[in-house]
């Protein structure tokens, strides 16, 4: 079978997510935090079957993740949306358990609709944590969730529930916990009222040295306190180190560096990078003598993975594994420059290589007309 995967092709491996998966089991288990995938980050729905042992459901940021949660899925569908369209509510009520509005106007609007539901808002506290203001859920002007005091408190009536998404890539327990004990503060005698509280996603529970038994405490103590059922909605951490894209070295060239360009790109296959200015991660590279900027196929100028010291010399047809190839990549990619896009390889918990998407010339003719 492995002889068969013709590079590039995005390769998740089971055991990998395994890990972070037990990790939000723990964290159920110990804190009675529940736990929604956030598919805006991770849609590759072949792998769902593994995930839902492990998580309570899905939450999305649109009518169609709303779909894929309730047909690939299951569980707990929360449907979450900038701005709804009312065609999208009267579809989206039909998955859904929950739905959360993302100000009061949308609220008043749709409640006769969807009044059968469990009804959310999502609140802007006016902090946050975020080494990005392009990812800044409260940066100036943000328009994500309620901040007036008043408009809130007409709202309770109609709701059950607040959802608070502040934290973006959040591996700083101590900022949590203050920033916890504040929205306590704020928010607290509103919570006391309210069935659920939605925390949001962006906290890097999996990161290796994250004070996990800590992080418990402080969720059972606060759900217990507001008498409260806490969600998480993790999507970055919860699928974390789980993927590679894996390519090859299809020429060398010389400008002043060397530069292998490779058979990906990033605005096509891992755009993140491009928006957030972040180098990619190659495992294999390290200190070695040999070095070489690692560059995309795309005609972007810039279209440029990183600069990478490798212990060999790197030739046509080298293989390059890119690594963290699974959040906010498949779920982004594109058919820029009408590159061929990477095939969709699953390493089962067996250890057998399951080829689930491979993508054509039609597929390329059909994203147009
Ligand atoms: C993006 C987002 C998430 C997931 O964030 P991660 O940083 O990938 O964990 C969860 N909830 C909401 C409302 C989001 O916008």
């Known amino acids: 079978m492995n002889k068969k995967l013709v590079t590039p092709y995005y390769l998740i491996d089971e055991r990998k997510l395994l890990r972070n998966l037990k990790i939000i089991k723990y964290i159920r288990e110990t804190s009675g935090a529940k736990s929604v995938l956030a598919l805006k980050c991770f849609s590759t ?31 707990e569908v929360h449907a979450y949306c900038v701005g709804f369209a009312k065609a999208d509510i009267a579809e989206v009520k ?3 358990d929950k739905i959360i509005f993302n100000s009061v106007s949308q609220l008043r609007i749709n409640f006769p ?28 002007y943000s328009r994500l969730g309620v901040i007036d005091r008043q408009e809130l408190m007409s709202a309770m009536p109609l709701i059950s529930g607040l959802m608070f998404h502040f934290n973006c890539e959040n591996d700083n327990f101590s900022n949590f916990a203050a920033n916890l004990d504040l929205l306590g503060r704020k928010y607290g005698k509103l919570l ?67 530069i292998a360009i490779i058979d990906a790109s990033t605005e096509a296959h891992m755009l993140d990078l491009l928006i957030y200015r972040t180098p990619a991660k190659i495992e294999a590279a390290g200190q070695g003598h040999f070095k070489y900027i690692i560059a995309g196929r795309s ?34 990619k594109n058919w820029f420059n009408g590159l061929q896009m990477p095939d969709i390889v699953v390493k089962r918990l067996n250890g057998k290589l399951d080829k689930v998407r491979s993508f054509e010339y039609k597929d390329f003719v059909h994203s147009l007309s």
Request: hydrophobic content about 35%.
């Open 113 to 140: 609709a969807v009044k059968n539901l469990k009804i959310g808002l999502r609140i802007n506290p006016q902090f946050s944590y975020s080494h990005f203001d392009l990812a800044d859920p409260a940066r100036r």
């Open 192 to 258: 006391h009222r309210l069935e659920w509280l939605s925390l949001g996603g962006g906290l890097y529970f999996t990161k290796k040295g994250y004070p996990l038994e800590r992080f418990c405490k402080k969720l059972k103590e606060f759900s217990e306190q507001y008498n409260i059922q806490i969600y998480l909605e993790p999507g970055e951490t919860a699928i974390t180190h789980s993927a590679e894209l894996v390519t090859s070295v299809v020429d060398i060239v010389h400008n002043e560096a060397d």
């Open 45 to 75: 729905w072949s792998v769902f079957p593994l995930l839902k042992q492990y998580l309570d459901g899905t939450t999305s940021s649109s009518l169609y993740e709303a779909r894929l949660g309730y047909e690939k899925f299951g569980q």
């Open 299 to 332: 005609c972007l100028a810039g279209d440029i993975f990183g600069t990478y010291r490798f212990n060999h010399k790197l030739k046509t047809g080298s293989i390059i594994r890119l690594s963290d190839a699974a959040g906010y990549t498949m779920v982004k």
């Open 94 to 96: 039909r998955y859904a």
